[in-house]
């Protein structure tokens, strides 16, 4: 399981590289949107990835991974591309 | 040109096919649109979001009893109408009611439907200013000395929903899983017809889309794409990706 943990208010956006990565594979299944991490959260590193998220990129993760959720690995019937 | 349309079958099958649009602001032509071919004796109503595709055929007034046109066949005028706001759902609402109801026994509720014409009153006071072929284009539906809804039309292309019919072939799938929001659009979808109308389903494998049929006048079928499942962990796959991107195309 991978689960993304995003800051608001960080010191640095290193981790936004990883969670656009991550997303483009569309694997990530929980989301966690607060400042403070639950005791052992970080006990695990194979489990947890952290994710310091800054400004809109954090608006627009929480959107995309809100419509990823909502269809869960639907296939569409017709692609981006053949609807031109 | 136009074609008049019994009231009630128009009003089934638009309610109903609207079901499969939602909003999309990245796809414009997919946006709380109905997709209109208008053959010689009716019209055929499609709409989708690319998860569901429905559509249905409706037959012209005295015209009931020809058979729908074939896949194969060419309308000879096409129009995307967009309906963002439900105001032609909302007229075509108060005819299926009408149709319900003892007024229809006495009087003919008949629309008429016009594609492609231009935009009134024009968004451009002088003729002089517009240039051949680039005026506003619109879809009408009017209730005649009545009223009469005016859409906006997305002057493009709509998919190929053709192709997709005929690439469904049966099959059986050991499992399959529609996700609740498809089988409720579905649920609704059906209703327009009653709350009695019975859903078939025509299965095309475990990651393939199911064909589905219900209602009469007009019947109106339509692809339902199930959850990508992953059948080793008989479970939903994690992602679409995971089963490989050739189960995304029918």
């Known amino acids: 399981m991978t689960v993304l943990h995003v800051l608001d208010n960080p010191p640095e956006a290193t981790g936004a590289g990883l969670a656009e990565a991550m997303l483009g594979e569309a694997r990530a299944e929980v989301v966690w949107v607060n400042a403070t991490a639950p005791a052992g959260f970080y006990d695990d590193p194979e489990v947890v990835r952290l994710v310091w998220l800054i400004g809109d990129l954090a608006a627009q993760l929480r959107g995309r991974l809100a419509n990823h959720n909502t269809r869960p690995a639907t296939p569409r019937l017709f692609d981006q591309e053949e609807d031109r | ?250």
């Open chain 2, 1 to 250: 040109m136009s074609v008049t349309i019994p009231a009630g079958p128009l009003a089934r099958g638009w309610l109903s096919v609207r079901t499969a649009s939602v909003k999309d602001a990245g796809r414009p032509q997919l946006d709380r649109s109905i997709y209109i071919e208008q053959f010689g004796q009716g019209l055929r109503l499609t709409a989708a979001d690319s998860y569901l595709l429905l559509s249905a055929w409706v037959p012209a007034l005295h015209h009931e009893l020809e058979a729908a046109p074939s896949d194969d066949e060419i309308p000879y005028a096409a129009a995307v109408a967009l309906d963002p706001y439900g105001r032609a759902a909302g007229l075509l609402g108060h005819m299926l009611a009408l149709w319900k109801s003892d007024e229809a026994k006495t009087v003919d509720l008949n629309l008429v439907v016009h594609l492609n014409v231009p935009w009134q009153p024009a968004e451009i006071p002088s003729a002089e200013l517009q240039l051949d072929g680039f005026a506003a284009l619109a879809v009408t539906i009017e209730h005649p000395d009545h009223e009469r809804v005016q859409l906006e039309v997305y002057e493009g292309d709509y998919p190929d929903t053709r192709r997709l019919f005929a690439s469904h072939k049966p099959g059986r799938p050991d499992v399959l899983a529609l996700t609740g929001h498809m089988l409720a659009r579905l649920g609704k979808a059906a209703k327009v017809h009653g709350d009695g109308t019975v859903v078939h389903h025509r299965f095309g494998g475990a990651l393939k889309p199911v064909l589905v049929t219900f209602g009469e006048e007009p019947e109106v079928r339509g692809l339902a794409m199930p959850c990508a499942w992953d059948l080793a962990r008989d479970a939903p796959a994690v992602s679409a990706r995971e089963v490989g991107d050739e189960v995304c195309v029918p």
